[in-house]
């Protein structure tokens, strides 16, 4: 089987994915920008983007090479990895799933993703903005366990996912460089099994994407269960980075 080689950055909208600006292209193939990060730098390839994004925060052209990923592509790709009630409804965790799906990569490192949010100032790049992250959402309880999920997920196709930034973050991803991208260890994925039987079993699965619309279907103290079950397959690195 081949190895894979592609190399993808995550970019999001914090504060601190301006640092991105400068950032060398080399060590990426394909750089994902969420939403405005699209803004950031010029290089991007792929703008991925929920359904209800306001087409006045969208580029005016795409360049040779770049393309807009949206619900059409990515509830597809979500959904071959168990769906939204299980993976996480942020743009975040979307794009991390479908990066996986469609571009394969060895390394998917996120920036400007940590999901912190100051109380006063600004809470994006751009200045201060919805933080999706923060919604009532059933399927952001932990959003730690959702990373856990992500990167396990990651490690059973040999990718290795990480974070480019220091610091405090609800990502679990060891934190590395762009110098260093593959440094950082795959997590074990022998308890993945007994994992993904309990989700099968439950059943919350939402073909449409649109789980909020059967929000009252799913029972939160399952789904708390299943982020702990998560949390413990990620051992030992969410036991030591959960507070």
Same mark, same amino acid.
């Given at each position: ?18 640092? +991105?600006? *400068? ?26 983007? %929920? ?15 770049? =393309?807009?990923? *949206? +619900?059409?592509? &990515?509830?597809? +790709? ?38 912190? &949010? ?16 923060? =919604? ?31 610091? #405090? ?15 950082? #260890?795959? %997590?074990?994925?022998?308890?993945? *099994?007994?994992?993904?039987? +309990? ?10 994407? =649109? &789980? ?7 029972? *939160? ?12 397959? &990620? =051992?030992?690195?969410?036991? #030591?980075?959960?507070?």
């Amino acid at each position: 089987m081949t190895e894979p080689a592609n190399r993808v950055l995550i970019l999001g909208s914090a504060p601190s994915a301006l640092a +991105a600006k *400068t950032w060398p292209r080399e060590p990426f193939s394909h750089i994902v920008a969420i939403n405005n990060a699209w803004r950031i730098r010029p290089d991007w390839d792929v703008l991925i983007h %929920p359904e209800d994004f306001p087409e006045k925060n969208q580029p005016d052209r795409i360049g040779v090479g770049q =393309r807009i990923v *949206t +619900a059409a592509d &990515y509830v597809p +790709a979500q959904n071959s990895f168990g769906g939204f009630v299980y993976a996480g409804g942020t743009m975040a965790f979307t794009a991390g799933y479908w990066a996986l799906a469609e571009l394969r990569p060895a390394v998917l490192a996120f920036g400007g993703c940590d999901m912190v &949010y100051p109380g006063t100032g600004h809470t994006h790049f751009y200045g201060t903005g919805a933080a999706d992250p923060l =919604r009532a959402d059933i399927t952001l309880r932990s959003l730690e366990a959702k990373s856990a999920r992500l990167a396990l997920f990651g490690a059973a196709q040999g990718c290795r996912v990480v974070r480019l930034s220091q610091g #405090e973050s609800r990502l679990l991803f060891p934190s590395v460089t762009s110098d260093n991208l593959s440094d950082a #260890e795959l %997590p074990p994925v022998d308890d993945m *099994t007994a994992v993904l039987q +309990a989700e099968k079993a439950l059943g919350y699965h939402v073909p449409s994407g =649109r &789980y909020w619309e059967v929000a009252d279907k799913f029972d *939160t103290t399952n789904l708390d269960a299943l982020d702990q079950q998560w949390l413990k397959a &990620y =051992r030992p690195i969410a036991l #030591e980075q959960v507070v």
